[in-house]
């Protein structure tokens, strides 16, 4: 294990020059102090977990410090926000402070939030505050412990720098990693600037640094459009299986790995809604839950614009048709598991898409729905979940033809109990309970956000003593409203 000093790094997108991004120092926040870390994203950079517990952790996390080898670089790019394009967007308040080689032979970007304004702040003060400092940490780790592709959280560090919002906040920066943080919006940028040899070379450094295997194809720029599809494909997917709603899928948000980026106003869906909108401030609903995978086809569809001068539009055009496909796929199979079954049936679809139905109007607890079902026998665990419905001839029917269907898989109960608990969690990111971590954090007391980020690197897991972290909602959690603002 390596202290901070010992980091090694090899900042490839720094290198690319300055049409890429802008040289900016970061802004100290004041009298810095952990809030919390993550030793499994530690381990990412090789980090000995005992280096967050000294000063100069939290130094270098508040921009109070700096490794010499770090370039810290604002990046540019545009984007359509809710459907209109912005033509001048980039890093905001964040900094891509470097990338970091491991002994694996990974990069790992070091990207900090709040770091105080760039060129590219427009109006805004640069800073991040404690509230969505904590939400992006806690949601970030625990999608990860989900098996849910993500950037990562390294730390949050808390300040008394007092931030203005709606109201008067307080402070904070996150040091989130990734591979890259290059977006959809990157692309368009240098395509509707007509910056043509950007274009180019930042297509020939994504393929380079994160997808090889495109190069060694005939057509390298059709492949890696492909290879992003794919990976959204199977990203949405896992988000409507588990209950995700991101709440702000702008095309800027949009990470060409096909990774979860950018948190703001998202959610883990209590009560079953597909019309849930998690972002206050979506008035129209574009980003409701339902319409995650229609705007996740549209947002692909303008990055493919943006790849037009190196794969003929008819070529991007067959490539787009296969997104919804692959998605059903990847869903059907997460839903099966979810369900318990071992095999494909023709009649799975139909049954996820009647429990749905049955779920909706209903108050059934999503998250919850699943892990109970797995407790027992599906005849004993049916009988139970059949009081949270309001349909009961419906759900009398849903229920006999699933114990037919999961009779034909043939195993014991402590078989299917043990898969099935392993693929639906005991513990979720609800909102009311990082409302409760943040509210403490806000008062100085950081020992909620910890063991609530404790609890969840272990969602699967049966935690004696942590049983109230998996209780369901109370009903002011459920109506909790989140905004973009940060």
């Known amino acids: 294990m390596k202290t901070l000093d010992e980091l090694q790094f090899d900042n490839r997108f720094a290198r690319l020059g300055d049409a890429f991004s802008t040289e900016v120092l970061p802004e100290p926040i004041a009298e810095p102090r952990l809030v919390v870390a993550s030793p499994a994203a530690m381990a990412l950079l090789d980090l000995d977990p005992a280096e967050a517990q000294t000063q100069v952790f939290a130094e270098l996390f508040s921009g109070h410090k700096l490794w010499s080898e770090a370039e810290p670089r604002a990046m540019v790019y545009s984007g359509h926000q809710f459907g209109v394009y912005n033509p001048r967007l980039g890093d905001g308040r964040g900094l891509l402070l470097g990338e970091v080689l491991n002994d694996a032979g990974e990069h790992w970007d070091l990207h900090l939030k709040g770091a105080g304004q760039t060129p590219y702040s427009r109006m805004g003060d640069g800073r991040a505050v404690l509230r969505s400092s904590i939400r992006e940490f806690l949601a970030s780790e625990y999608l990860n412990a989900l098996g849910i592709p993500t950037s990562r959280a390294l730390c949050v560090t808390g300040s008394s720098s007092p931030v203005y919002r709606e109201t008067r906040?307080?402070?904070?920066?996150?040091?989130?990693?990734?591979?890259?943080?290059?977006?959809?919006?990157?692309?368009?940028?240098?395509?509707?600037?007509?910056?043509?040899?950007?274009?180019?070379?930042?297509?020939?450094?994504?393929?380079?640094?994160?997808?090889?295997?495109?190069?060694?194809?005939?057509?390298?720029?059709?492949?890696?459009?492909?290879?992003?599809?794919?990976?959204?494909?199977?990203?949405?997917?896992?988000?409507?299986?588990?209950?995700?709603?991101?709440?702000?899928?702008?095309?800027?948000?949009?990470?060409?790995?096909?990774?979860?980026?950018?948190?703001?106003?998202?959610?883990?869906?209590?009560?079953?809604?597909?019309?849930?909108?998690?972002?206050?401030?979506?008035?129209?609903?574009?980003?409701?839950?339902?319409?995650?995978?229609?705007?996740?086809?549209?947002?692909?569809?303008?990055?493919?614009?943006?790849?037009?001068?190196?794969?003929?539009?008819?070529?991007?055009?067959?490539?787009?048709?296969?997104?919804?496909?692959?998605?059903?796929?990847?869903?059907?199979?997460?839903?099966?598991?979810?369900?318990?079954?071992?095999?494909?049936?023709?009649?799975?679809?139909?049954?996820?898409?009647?429990?749905?139905?049955?779920?909706?109007?209903?108050?059934?607890?999503?998250?919850?729905?699943?892990?109970?079902?797995?407790?027992?026998?599906?005849?004993?665990?049916?009988?139970?979940?059949?009081?949270?419905?309001?349909?009961?001839?419906?759900?009398?029917?849903?229920?006999?033809?699933?114990?037919?269907?999961?009779?034909?898989?043939?195993?014991?109960?402590?078989?299917?109990?043990?898969?099935?608990h392993a693929v639906n969690p005991r513990y979720v990111l609800r909102n009311y309970l990082a409302q409760r971590a943040i509210e403490a954090a806000q008062q100085g007391d950081y020992a909620e956000v910890r063991q609530l980020h404790a609890v969840l690197s272990r969602p699967f897991d049966e935690q004696p003593g942590m049983e109230h972290y998996a209780e369901r909602p109370p009903e002011w959690g459920k109506h909790l409203e989140i905004s973009c603002s940060s």
Not at 212 to 224: N, R, V
Not at 245 to 273: E, K, Q
Not at 383 to 410: I, N, P, S, T
């Open 169 to 420: 906040e307080t402070g904070a920066m996150l040091l989130r990693l990734s591979p890259s943080h290059v977006r959809f919006g990157h692309f368009e940028y240098f395509y509707y600037t007509r910056q043509h040899e950007q274009l180019e070379a930042l297509g020939r450094h994504v393929m380079e640094c994160h997808f090889p295997q495109c190069l060694e194809q005939e057509q390298p720029w059709a492949a890696f459009f492909r290879e992003v599809l794919e990976r959204n494909a199977e990203l949405i997917a896992l988000w409507q299986a588990y209950g995700f709603c991101h709440g702000v899928m702008n095309t800027d948000n949009m990470s060409i790995l096909g990774i979860t980026f950018d948190y703001g106003p998202y959610a883990f869906l209590d009560d079953f809604d597909a019309n849930h909108i998690c972002n206050h401030s979506d008035d129209g609903g574009r980003y409701s839950f339902s319409n995650q995978v229609p705007i996740a086809h549209w947002n692909l569809a303008a990055l493919a614009q943006a790849l037009t001068p190196y794969v003929e539009v008819e070529q991007l055009r067959e490539t787009l048709n296969l997104f919804l496909p692959l998605y059903q796929a990847h869903y059907l199979d997460l839903m099966r598991r979810r369900l318990g079954f071992t095999s494909a049936g023709d009649a799975d679809e139909a049954l996820v898409q009647r429990l749905l139905q049955l779920m909706q109007g209903s108050a059934v607890d999503y998250s919850q729905f699943f892990r109970r079902l797995g407790d027992e026998a599906p005849e004993q665990a049916l009988r139970k979940l059949r009081e949270d419905f309001v349909d009961l001839a419906g759900f009398d029917a849903w229920a006999a033809d699933y114990q037919a269907r999961a009779a034909l898989d043939g195993d014991d109960q402590q078989a299917r109990r043990s898969r099935m």
